[in-house]
């Protein structure tokens, strides 16, 4: 699970871009909410995600259409704010929400993530012998993994942002963060 969250992917997108926009507790806001993202595909997995997912498909297409949407906005706001120097501090009010709800949205609309749950994640467990006990270790494993590796991408991106706070090639820095993010987005809405 660490080595499938450390893979470079639309999430370590997201959580980087929000630390070093934002402020690193956007980061780890987003981070845990594709942790929790994570939480619910063990939980449909173990209840039974294949016929879940059959019926829930049009509500997992329109989460992963609106968490493309997401991306692409950030994209554009980060692209017309690329001479504007963010501290962090402008954040509004519910900011870490809409952080958390990202990670939750984009996760949920992850098709990889929804084939792993379906398809690989009854492979390591099987879900008519999990017990409680089981349940709460692999959800420990799951937050651990996932939301450490996130935190981690959210720290160094912070500590990034803030070593090149005079570096003069910020402003196309942030042009090309915001174009990563829209492609992200374009390709999360293309996805089948």
Do not use: N
């Not at 070093?20 to 806001?29: E, K, P, V, W, Y």
């Not at 494993?141 to 160094?156: F, M, N, S």
Request: hydrophobic letters at 60%; proline letters at 2%; charged letters at 10%.
């Amino acid at each position: 699970m660490v080595a499938l969250a450390a893979l470079p992917s639309s999430s370590v997108a997201l959580v980087v871009v929000r630390s070093a926009t934002q402020g690193m507790r956007h980061g780890i806001a987003a981070a845990l909410g594709i942790a929790l993202g994570d939480l619910i595909f063990v939980a449909l997995a173990i209840a039974g995600l294949a016929a879940m997912a059959e019926v829930l498909g049009t509500f997992f297409t329109l989460l992963r259409y609106a968490a493309a949407a997401y991306l692409v906005w950030f994209g554009l706001s980060l692209i017309r704010s690329a001479g504007v120097a963010s501290t962090g501090a402008g954040a509004g009010r519910g900011g870490l929400w809409i952080s958390f709800a990202a990670g939750v949205g984009l996760t949920l609309g992850d098709v990889k993530a929804i084939l792993f749950y379906a398809a690989l994640f009854p492979v390591f467990v099987d879900p008519l012998g999990v017990t409680a006990g089981d349940v709460a270790l692999i959800a420990t494993i799951t937050v651990v993994a996932v939301a450490g590796v996130k935190i981690a991408y959210a720290v160094a991106a912070r500590r990034i942002a803030a070593a090149s706070q005079g570096w003069r090639y910020r402003r196309a820095a942030r042009r090309t963060a915001g174009g990563a993010m829209i492609l992200a987005g374009g390709a999360l809405a293309l996805k089948a």
